[in-house]
């Protein structure tokens, strides 16, 4: 993959155009846009137990911005909204709830199944494992948001602090900011490590996953600026679609985070295709 990058993202590409990846990133952002407020609501309402809500609801907003550029804002004012109301949240709601914030994952599973077709025809994974696995992952979720929180809130207490010396006080808020940038990316990173070690049948190498992941969130970040830019300087959004226009703009934004997390999946499958002997990719 290093000797010959050119060749290796070009047969990657074809993988994926043959795989319909941007069919399989339409299906799975459709999904993710029914999946997320539920999920992020669920999430919000067990940590808020926990940590403070302040401090909850000003790192949600930071990652929001991350996963939807220019829309954060606007989805934290729905989640405030429902946290603001939650003492009608019932059994009916809180199965509800429940039900559609796990729908992503198992679009994203068998979108997975499709990339990894090599995997899926040698091993096939219990139907049990499959319907259990997308509510493991919303605990694993909640508890990184957990982690994430309490380490952001530790950041922005030394940002408020200073250094003096030789008579010179230096401010740490410069390097507070270039640390909860560098944790996000690496968050970021992680977490699709974590999609590609647990969707795929079958055990994946971590160093395999952590490659797919690598690529597919520095692609992301890449991404990710490029909207903010399109967004703030040419979209005409808002005029087109009116009030649809967040609702458009987030559709927009996690079909671009679908292809990318679907492509590293991708580079994953071909770099195992390259691994194995000629008689075997037959």
């Known amino acids: 993959m290093l000797e010959r990058p050119g060749a290796f993202a070009l047969r990657a590409l074809k993988g994926f155009k043959a795989n319909q990846g941007l069919l399989l990133a339409g299906a799975v952002a459709y999904y993710a846009l029914l999946s997320i407020i539920p999920l992020l609501i669920l999430v919000l309402i067990v940590l808020s137990h926990i940590v403070d809500r302040a401090l909850l609801l000003e790192t949600m907003a930071r990652y929001l911005g991350w996963l939807f550029p220019g829309e954060g804002r606007a989805v934290l004012a729905e989640l405030e909204n429902f946290i603001e109301h939650r003492d009608v949240l019932g059994w009916v709601l809180g199965i509800t709830l429940v039900f559609f914030s796990s729908l992503a994952f198992t679009v994203l599973e068998n979108a997975m199944s499709i990339i990894f077709h090599h995997r899926v025809q040698v ?8 319907a259990i696995l997308p509510y493991c992952y ?30 010179r006080e230096w ?14 990316v690496a968050g970021e990173i992680l977490i699709v490590t974590s999609v590609y070690l647990v969707m ?10 952590l ?4 690529v597919a969130a520095l692609l992301w970040e890449v991404t990710r600026h490029l909207l903010v830019w399109y967004f703030a300087r040419l979209s005409q959004i808002g005029v087109v679609y009116g009030s649809l226009a967040t609702a458009i703009a987030v559709l927009l934004s996690l079909e671009f985070g679908a ?3 679907l492509f590293g999946a991708q580079v994953i499958a071909e770099y195992e295709r390259s691994l194995r002997s000629p008689a075997e990719r037959r």
């Open 123 to 130: 091993r096939r994974r219990h139907f049990l494992v499959s």
């Open 259 to 261: 292809t990318l997390l």
């Open 200 to 209: 795929p049948v079958g055990r994946l190498s971590y160093r395999h996953a």
């Open 171 to 184: 401010s740490l808020g410069g390097v507070s900011g270039v640390a909860l940038y560098l944790l996000g």
């Open 211 to 214: 490659i797919g992941g690598a």
């Open 138 to 167: 919303i605990l694993f979720l909640a508890a990184g948001t957990l982690a994430v929180s309490l380490v952001a809130g530790a950041l922005e207490a030394i940002g408020e602090r200073s250094i003096d010396f030789l008579g």
